[in-house]
């Protein structure tokens, strides 16, 4: 469930706004040449939410041209908005190949976070990222992704503990602490016994093979104020649709609609335009290799 969002509470279906009228607003943010990222930022939010592609475009300018900047965290969750789930291809080519952000950046390295949940061995990627930012904002989320993968990806409960440990030690004062004690509290292990069965298997030549099953995990942080991180996973390659609702079943939002390979995902949710009360979040997978499986959680 998800709780707190703040503002009021929006349409399903927003009307799209015309892009110059927004521009015409503020004649510093024409073409989003705002005098501060904050400013660019702020347009960024009026693009999206009037469906308008134009802020993918400033958000790569941040990313490539101010990448020390704050807000590159926000920047970065917010262009992953700017993609819809018919585009994952191209926002993976992006975090891969086609970004240019400067080597060494804060930019540069959430980046790579970003991108190593899809690469093959997710763990290499974290770990090279967290040994060249040494207590900087890359390794912190690094090492909370590398955590959070190991735990619910791989089944290995010592390893992320070993993680969350790390995490701790150059990041004393980390945000991300309380989601991974709630995820290694001994509470939870009756929850997790079953997510975990079956992953981290040795095939007879020992070498280990990844299994993922269907499995949709609490969001966080929760309450959140406005943002939040919903984790899940997939067995097989599916047809996911990832839809919010109000306390009264209402559709307020569906952030994923379309065709996903197998994996762990996580996916922000936004709910800047919601007002305060209790949310619910389904995952609804039609597998594509196997017409008997179709998992609502």
Do not use: W
């Not at 929760?222 to 990832?242: A, D, G, H, M, Y």
């Not at 839809?243 to 559709?251: F, H, L, R, S």
């Amino acid at each position: 469930m998800l709780y707190n969002p703040r503002f009021l509470e929006g349409s399903d279906n927003p009307l799209k706004e015309d892009e110059d009228e927004l521009l015409s607003n503020n004649p510093k943010l024409s073409n989003g040449e705002g005098n501060t990222v904050k400013e660019k930022v702020r347009l960024i939010r009026q693009l999206i939410k009037a469906r308008i592609r134009k802020g993918r475009s400033i958000c790569i300018d941040i990313l490539e041209n101010n990448s020390d900047d704050e807000l590159i965290p926000v920047v970065l969750r917010l262009f992953r908005q700017t993609f819809g789930s018919d585009e994952i291809t191209d926002f993976k080519n992006y975090l891969k190949l086609g970004n240019n952000s400067r080597k060494g950046s804060i930019a540069r390295g959430l980046i790579q976070v970003q991108n190593a949940i899809y690469e093959d061995n997710p763990i290499v990627f974290l770990d090279s990222v967290a040994s060249e930012y040494t207590k900087k904002l890359p390794a912190e989320q690094a090492l909370y992704k590398k955590a959070v993968y190991q735990l619910m990806v791989q089944g290995d409960r010592k390893g992320a503990k070993i993680s969350r440990l790390k995490l701790e030690t150059d990041f004393p004062e980390s945000h991300l602490l309380a989601d991974l004690n709630l995820l290694l509290s001994d509470t939870m292990t009756a929850r997790n016994s079953t997510i975990n069965q079956g992953l981290g298997k040795a095939n007879s030549e020992g070498v280990v093979t990844v299994e993922y099953d269907y499995n949709l995990y609490n969001n966080y942080p929760n309450p959140f104020n406005p943002e939040t991180v919903i984790k899940f996973s997939l067995k097989e390659k599916s047809n996911v649709t990832l839809t919010v609702y109000n306390i009264e079943g209402q559709k307020v939002a569906e952030l994923i609609n379309g065709e996903m390979e197998k994996g762990f995902y996580e996916e922000s949710f936004d709910g800047a335009n919601l007002s305060s009360g209790v949310y619910i979040f389904r995952l609804n997978a039609q597998s594509l290799e196997n017409t008997l499986i179709t998992p609502r959680l």
